[in-house]
T-cell receptor, first 113, second 115 residues
Framework: AQKVTQAQTEISVVEKEDVTLDCVYETRDTTYYLFWYKQPPSGELVFLIRRNSFDEQNEISGRYSWNFQKSTSSFNFTITASQVVDSAVYFCALSENNNDMRFGAGTRLTVKP | DSGVTQTPKHLITATGQRVTLRCSPRSGDLSVYWYQQSLDQGLQFLIQYYNGEERAKGNILERFSAQQFPDLHSELNLSSLELGDSALYFC??????????????FGPGTRLTVL
């Protein structure tokens, strides 16, 4: 069964620090998709990125970047120069064979001014 | 604002009761997904519909059911409610036919409290 592990339950940083959120996944399939979602205090889930298993290129979007490494089954998320508005719970998720979606337990990020 | 709407925002009911949660997908999206977020279980996929047909099933209890109507809105029915059903229920929608691999956009959720 597929599994997603976000080992960091909570992270606290000071504004302008860089922070990396870890995500390790398990799957037996060669075709799968990985996602990151943000859940701010208001509660909604905000889509951040989708990556398929055949595309290992790292991606950068503004202050956000993602490092996908199949060799270590990891899909880590880095926020550069963090801001208070980045405070949220971040979820990594895995979809395998389009039949299921598994989320990690989430990492609560607190950015202090 | 994702464009996905869910009603009601909050729902308080008693054990043994039945409730219906409603979701309207983004304009043009054919797929609707339901998720449950609870303190015990985290975020769990429940069920997906595509253009009115059930497409994928996750950890959905037999007491729960869903449907998608011709206008593409969806309803999640929860019956014989138990205290443990208290959770935030999300609906999401997507344009594609790829199922759970599609990029999904989530609604604001319905918070269900069972007393």
């Amino acid at each position: 069964a597929q599994k997603v592990t976000q080992a960091q339950t909570e992270i606290s940083v000071v504004e302008k620090e860089d922070v990396t959120l870890d995500c390790v996944y398990e799957t037996r399939d060669t075709t799968y998709y990985l996602f990151w979602y943000k859940q701010p205090p208001s509660g909604e889930l905000v889509f951040l990125i989708r990556r398929n298993s055949f595309d290992e290129q790292n991606e950068i979007s503004g202050r956000y970047s993602w490092n996908f490494q199949k060799s270590t089954s990891s899909f880590n998320f880095t926020i550069t120069a963090s801001q208070v508005v980045d405070s949220a719970v971040y979820f990594c998720a895995l979809s395998e064979n389009n039949n299921d979606m598994r989320f990690g337990a989430g990492t609560r990020l607190t950015v202090k001014p | 604002d994702s464009g996905v709407t869910q009603t009601p925002k909050h729902l308080i009911t008693a054990t043994g009761q039945r409730v219906t949660l409603r979701c309207s997908p983004r304009s043009g999206d054919l797929s609707v997904y339901w998720y449950q977020q609870s303190l015990d279980q985290g975020l769990q996929f429940l069920i997906q519909y595509y253009n009115g047909e059930e497409r994928a099933k996750g950890n959905i209890l037999e007491r729960f059911s869903a449907q998608q109507f011709p206008d593409l809105h969806s309803e999640l029915n929860l019956s014989s409610l138990e205290l443990g059903d208290s959770a935030l229920y999300f609906c999401a929608s997507s344009k594609g036919t790829g199922g759970l691999a599609d990029t999904q956009y989530f609604g604001p959720g319905t918070r269900l409290t069972v007393l």
